[in-house]
């Protein structure tokens, strides 16, 4: 079975870069058709989606998102990561990675755990 792990730091401070990598074993991350996905919870607010990362290695980001977010890969080590600069506070939040498979790229079967990301001096 396909299982995400993400890492990274749990604190982040303002104007900085938050930098998270997902893991992935029991599937490779240039099968076809899947989509590789980086989604958030901010504290009481639901899920928002950041962008994803697909088989090929094409990437698509949330409009409001875009101008700040970056979504590679290392397919060696069958990683996955986000780059999200310049925060803010109201960049604190879980973070999730996912995976969705076409044609249901934003229906995620498969979820890493989450880690709470705080954006605060």
């Known amino acids: 079975q396909v299982q995400l792990q993400e890492s990274g730091p749990g604190l982040v401070k303002p104007s900085q870069t938050l930098s998270l990598i997902c893991t992935v074993s029991g599937g490779s991350i240039t099968t076809t058709d899947y989509y590789w996905t980086w989604v958030r919870q901010p504290p009481g607010k639901g899920l928002e989606w950041i962008g994803y990362i697909a088989y090929s290695g094409g990437t698509y980001y949330s409009p409001s998102l875009k101008s700040r977010t970056s979504i590679s890969r290392d397919t060696s080590k069958n990683q996955f990561t986000l780059q999200l600069s310049s925060v803010t506070p109201e960049d604190t939040a879980v973070y999730y990675c996912?995976?969705?498979?076409?044609?249901?790229?934003?229906?995620?079967?498969?979820w890493g755990q989450g880690t709470q990301v705080t954006v605060s001096s």
């Open positions: 996912a995976r969705g498979v076409f044609p249901t790229i934003n229906t995620w079967s498969y």
